[in-house]
């Protein structure tokens, strides 16, 4: 078994296993699969210990390249962004943490986003390295996320999803649909679109499911509240916009709006506002409420 890696600044290891080429060295190679990155930013990571091979040993800028050695190294982003809007952790024991997490933050690293993550930030907090996300919610969303804090249980909290044995309710801001009657389930096929990033509402037997129902009524907007049976990336915000009410500051549906830095006075208006389950491991009721709240501009 290999050994475990420390965490550094909340952020895991990744790892490669290094593939047939002529390269004579771990760095000549590194170079050659990660163009994007200079070879004085490998240089520096083996110089400060970020680089290892796969008994934990430093790699430096002379070590052998051997095909299927495996190197793990720490990732790091150049200007990365930091959200100062707070997570708040409303429990957590030996087996379990549920984590509320604030708009912009993501759940884990992606993209330009490696170290000011949700995971990142549990990890410094509660210094727990076997902590693991159970489930996945949008950057832009806000809202509550559970963690497996155990390695020994988590296949029971995670067989939770698969088998809908956990009820999650979101909240969403969007304009009134006075033609339509609530509340009302919303079944579609759902496949990935274009750009790859974005999920398509096609024809076709239905392989996604929302429940929907109305929380408030006021002139300008609905507080919506939206019951995923099914779990399809961006599920919610294509049934909203498909319905005819994209839920506010949406940038993604129903159209792709040009790429821009985030707004946080414009956050998506959409929390996922509770989670309630039977405990797998006690056998208790468990049930969670973000204390997030989203706000109109008319409220």
């Known amino acids: 078994m290999l050994p475990a890696l420390p965490t550094i600044d909340g952020l895991r290891p990744s790892r490669l296993q290094l593939r047939?080429?002529?390269?004579?060295?771990?760095?000549?190679?590194?170079?050659?699969h990660f163009p994007q990155i200079g070879r004085a930013c490998w240089l520096d990571r083996m110089a400060r210990g970020r680089v290892l091979d796969a008994a934990a040993q430093p790699i430096t800028e002379h070590t052998d390249y051997r095909v299927g050695a495996e190197i793990r190294y720490?990732?790091?982003?150049?200007?990365?962004?930091?959200?100062?809007?707070?997570?708040a952790v409303l429990w957590a024991d030996?087996?379990?943490?549920?984590?509320?997490?604030?708009?912009?933050l993501p759940?884990?690293?992606?993209?330009?986003?490696?170290?000011?993550?949700?995971?990142?930030?549990?990890?410094?907090?509660?210094?727990n390295p076997q902590l693991v996300p159970l489930h996945r919610i949008d950057r832009a969303t806000a809202g509550l996320v559970l963690f497996s804090a155990n390695a020994q249980s988590r296949a029971r909290y995670q067989q939770l999803f698969p088998a809908r044995a956990i009820d999650k309710t979101y909240e969403a801001l969007a304009a009134p649909l006075p033609m339509l009657s609530f509340p009302q389930v919303r079944r579609s096929r759902l496949l990935p679109g274009q750009p790859f990033f974005r999920t398509a509402e096609v024809a076709g037997m239905a392989n996604s499911e929302t429940h929907i129902g109305v929380i408030e009524r006021h002139a300008?907007?609905?507080?919506?509240?939206?019951?995923?049976?099914?779990?399809?990336?961006?599920?919610?915000r294509v049934h909203m916009a498909a319905l005819g009410a994209p839920i506010f500051n949406d940038r993604w549906y129903p159209e792709l709006c040009e790429a821009a830095p985030d707004d946080l006075d414009r956050p998506l208006q959409l929390l996922a506002k509770s989670l309630s389950f039977i405990d797998p491991v006690d056998g208790r009721p468990r049930h969670f409420e973000s204390n997030f709240r989203l706000t109109a501009a008319t409220d």
């Open 74 to 87: 720490y990732r790091e982003v150049p200007a990365e962004p930091r959200l100062a809007c707070a997570e």
């Open 220 to 236: 300008s907007y609905w507080r919506y509240s939206l019951q995923p049976v099914t779990g399809r990336q961006h599920q919610l």
């Open 107 to 127: 759940v884990t690293p992606s993209g330009g986003y490696v170290a000011d993550t949700l995971l990142a930030r549990l990890l410094r907090r509660l210094d």
């Open 94 to 104: 030996e087996h379990l943490v549920v984590a509320d997490k604030p708009h912009f």
């Open 20 to 32: 047939p080429g002529p390269w004579l060295t771990v760095l000549d190679g590194l170079c050659a």
